[in-house]
C-alpha cells in the first residue's frame, strides 16, 4: 500500500489552509438556536460517526427541546432519550444513535447548568475574558465536552481559532509529520491537551496559518488522504 510521505501531507494542508481562511471570512454571528446546534453535535459526536451525530443534533434543533425557557431535568432528559432512541434518518438509510441513554442526560444537564448559570449560550460566550478561560469552565462544568469538543464547539461558533481540535485525524497528522510520539488517539487531560496544543500552534506559524483554521485543513487532508488508501488497498 502507497503512504503519503510528510511533505506530501504537509504540502497538502498548505494549499487547504487559505481556502479555509477564506470561508472564515463568511462568518455570520450565531444565533441561539445554532450555539446549541453547534453544541448538541459536539457532545453527540464523541465515539460517534460525525454524520450520525448531526442527524441527531438536527432532530433535536427541530424539536426545539434545548431551548424551551422552563425545563426540569428529568422531563427534558426523557423527551431527548426518546428522540435519540429512535432511528435516525442518515443520508437515506436508517440509523440507531449508539448513545441515547448517556447523551440525553448530558445534553439535559448542560442545558439546566448553562440556564442556571449564564441564562444563555450567548450569555455564556460573552461571560469570559478569552477563549481559553471560557474552555476551563466548558470542561469542568458541562458533562459529555472534553477539550477537543470544548475546543470546536468555541472554534465553530467562531469565538477563537488560537484553540486546536486535536482529534484523531491531527493526531495522526502531527505523528506523520514528527511532532506527536505519543499512541493516544484521543487526549482527555487538559494540561496534556495544552501541551500538544502549543506544539501544533508552532506548526502552524510555519504555514502562517491560525491553529484552529490549521486543524481544520488537516481534518479535511488526512480523511481524503485515508480513502484514498483505503480504495488502494
Known sequence: MNRYTPAELFRAV??????????TMNFTKATERSLWWELSTCI?????????AVSAANKI????LLLQEESYFEALYQSL?????TPLDVG?????YRFPESKARQLASARLTIAKTYGSLSDFLNGFDNAFEARSWLIGNVKGLGPKQASMFLRNVGVSYELAILDRHVLNY???????????PSISNLEKYKSHE?????????????????DWAIWIVMRVANENLEVAA
Do not use: T
Open 14 to 23: 498548505e494549499a487547504i489552509c487559505p481556502d479555509i481562511e477564506l470561508h
Open 198 to 214: 502549543a506544539v501544533l500552534k508552532k506548526h502552524a506559524v510555519e504555514l502562517g496559518c491560525a491553529v484552529g483554521l490549521l
Open 92 to 96: 437515506g438509510n436508517l440509523r440507531k
Open 174 to 184: 502531527m505523528s506523520a509529520v514528527g511532532i506527536y510520539a505519543g499512541k493516544e
Open 61 to 64: 434543533e427541530n424539536s426545539a
Open 44 to 52: 453527540l459526536g464523541s465515539q460517534v460517526p460525525y454524520d450520525l
Open 81 to 85: 432519550f426518546d428522540l435519540l432512541s
